[in-house]
């Protein structure tokens, strides 16, 4: 068996369960993300893979062999903590081979590999250098120089990236997302940032309350969540409570019809709309809710305006600034249609 296989993994920290028997297979070679807010159990699952969190219940698989009651230093996984844990006193080039040289690894291989790693993560020329002295993306690099070195089957990152500001971040997760394809080990990575999630996953395991709720690829998570907590926690989506019957969809809010490109359970169901695919007063689109501007949220590269279309219901709608600021001229107070095509329509289960 060839991955690594989480089964009915159970965690608990006294009476509070922290993983509730959960489930989880990683490809070998694949980029797994662990997506969550804060208490879902990313972080206490990462650890339970790496050694320092014993489970209840459950075992831990990789590659075969069964790691569930090995301690962490016997078991074919390193971890790179959000802080990088890189030793002050070292050099670079110390740092990376410090693992090496604890497993008895000859001077000459360890400091071939300490070059090969350099040159891996783009360093070539830092390994005298004082950690002290790197920027904060450089001190990541040596972090996974040093978690690659010895060839690990599967590399942990806990939130590697967030201590990054935004433009470095973004730089970095492009390189991260090279490095992982170069070397080919398994990386599973923890986030709460839903924008990291995506662009560096190939798959995205999507938690709550200890239990792993969604896992598809990030363009099915968001195209087609499982579940309203799914559909809000990434993209942020509007909700909308409907109808279904045998002729379609009605709005709750106003006893308007929808029309969606997928049919539901008749009953009480939720639409997810996300904010970019909904339009002012498009007069093509079939989807079409009155209602009052009630707000607007410049962010630079989109305006985000809210609608309220009446019942306690407000939507939001993201209008690309292409075509600058200026182009936009609805001012709040003014009567609107929020309109949207079927495709847009992502139906829900009522809960």
Same mark, same amino acid.
């Given at each position: ?140 690099? #040596? @972090?996974?120089?040093? &978690? ?5 089957? $599967?590399? *942990?990152?806990? +939130?590697? !990236?967030?201590?990054? %500001? ?92 929808? #029309? @969606?490109?997928?049919? &539901? ?5 939720? $639409?997810? *709309?996300?904010? +970019?695919? !909904?339009?002012?007063? %498009? ?69």
């Amino acid at each position: 068996m060839s991955g690594l296989v989480v089964e009915g993994l159970t965690v608990r920290f006294g009476a509070t369960t922290i993983l509730n028997a959960l489930s989880l297979a990683v490809s070998d070679g694949e980029f797994f993300v662990l997506l969550g807010g804060s208490g879902s159990g990313k972080t206490t699952l990462l650890r339970a893979i790496a050694g320092f969190a014993a489970p209840d219940a459950g075992r831990i698989v990789l590659n075969g062999v069964d790691l569930t009651g090995l301690p962490a230093h016997r078991r074919p996984v390193n971890t790179i903590f959000q802080s990088y844990a890189l030793f002050p006193h070292m050099t670079v080039a110390e740092n990376i081979g410090f693992g090496l040289r604890r497993k008895g690894v000859g001077r000459a291989e360890t400091a071939a590999t300490v070059v090969r790693m350099l040159a891996l993560v783009r360093l070539e020329g830092f390994g005298d250098r004082a950690v002290q002295r790197l920027s904060g993306g450089q001190q990541q690099r #040596v @972090a996974l120089a040093r &978690g690659l070195a010895a060839n690990p089957a $599967l590399l *942990l990152l806990d +939130e590697p !990236l967030s201590a990054l %500001d935004r433009g470095l971040r973004q730089e970095t997760r492009a390189d991260l997302a090279a490095l992982q394809k170069r070397v080919g080990a398994s990386f599973v990575l923890v986030t709460h940032d839903q924008d990291e999630a995506l662009s560096l996953a190939d798959r995205v395991g999507v938690m709550r309350d200890g239990v792993m709720v969604q896992v598809d690829t990030p363009a099915m998570l968001y195209e087609r969540p499982n579940c309203r907590y799914v559909a809000e926690f990434l993209g942020a989506a509007n909700i909308l409570p409907v109808t279904v019957g045998a002729d379609g969809l009605t709005a709750q809010a106003t006893g308007a019809g929808i #029309v @969606a490109a997928r049919a &539901g359970t008749p009953g009480p169901g939720l $639409l997810a *709309l996300r904010p +970019e695919r !909904l339009r002012l007063d %498009d007069p093509n689109a079939p989807n079409r809710l009155t209602g009052v501007l009630v707000g607007r949220s410049y962010r630079g590269e989109v305006l985000e305006q809210t609608v309220d279309i009446g019942g306690g219901t407000i939507l939001r709608v993201a209008r690309s600034l292409r075509d600058g600021l200026a182009a936009v001229e609805t001012p709040p107070g003014a009567a609107v249609v929020v309109s949207w095509y079927p495709d847009a329509s992502i139906l829900l289960p009522c809960s």
